[in-house]
């Protein structure tokens, strides 16, 4: 069955801390990962797609990188607005159709 | 290019009320999709569609019908609303079957 897991649920950081949110994975041939931001009360908003082992994105102070079994979206020196929920979807094979395979998303919260 | 619309933002239903739930994009996708969001259970797939007149079960289809009658909507229904169908809805559309871009959501509350 594929599933994606993401680390730490809840994360709680100082302006400045740079860390790292993880996302785990095990689907039977990925099409792609993507990382999505979503502030309380609002839709996903799409960062970034990712297709093969090595490769890298970056946005701002976000980068994200993918590895054959996990991604990791590296925040480095963030500030207050960074504060969201980031979710990590994994494109597969189900039914016969792709579809998109959520995690349960890591809440991230930057104090200044 | 308002992207993704959902209507209503908001709405409380009694048990057994029913209700439609309208999403419209205005950037010509061929793909659409119905989420619902619960807490601690991340966003689960309820149906998608694949083009204008086409529609397939996702993961948790039961309770909910939908309907592709123009490209550029897609509209879920609630025929005898139940408390577990109490959720946050997200509706999102796509040009391939990847970058799905979302709607600002629907809060539903069955009593």
């Known amino acids: 069955e594929d599933q994606v897991t993401q680390s730490p649920e809840a994360l709680r950081l100082q302006e400045g801390e740079s860390s790292s949110l993880n996302c785990s994975y095990t689907?039977?041939?990925?099409?792609?990962l993507f990382w999505y931001r979503q502030d309380p009360g609002k839709g996903p908003e799409f960062l970034f797609t990712?297709?093969?082992a090595g490769e890298e994105k970056e946005k701002e102070r976000l980068k994200a990188t993918l590895t054959k079994k996990e991604s990791f979206l590296h925040i480095t020196a963030p500030k207050p607005e960074d504060s969201a929920t980031y979710l990590c979807a994994v494109q597969a094979i189900q039914g016969g159709s792709e579809k998109l395979v959520f995690g349960k998303g890591t809440k991230l919260t930057v104090n200044p | 290019n308002a992207g993704v619309t959902q209507t209503p933002k908001f709405r409380v239903l009694k048990t057994g009320q029913s209700m439609t739930l309208l999403c419209a994009q205005d950037m010509n996708h061929e793909y659409m999709y119905w989420y619902r969001q619960d807490p601690g259970m991340g966003l689960r797939l309820i149906h998608y569609s694949v083009g204008e007149g086409t529609t397939a079960k996702g993961e948790v289809p039961d309770g909910y019908n939908v309907s592709r009658l123009k490209k550029q909507n897609f509209l879920l229904g609630l025929e005898s609303a139940a408390p577990s169908q109490t959720s946050v809805y997200f509706c999102?559309?796509?040009?391939?079957?990847?970058?799905?871009?979302f709607g600002p959501g629907t809060r539903l509350t069955v009593l």
């Open positions: 990712l297709y093969s």
């Open positions: 689907v039977s041939g990925l099409r792609g």
């Open positions: 999102a559309s796509s040009g391939e079957v990847n970058t799905q871009y």
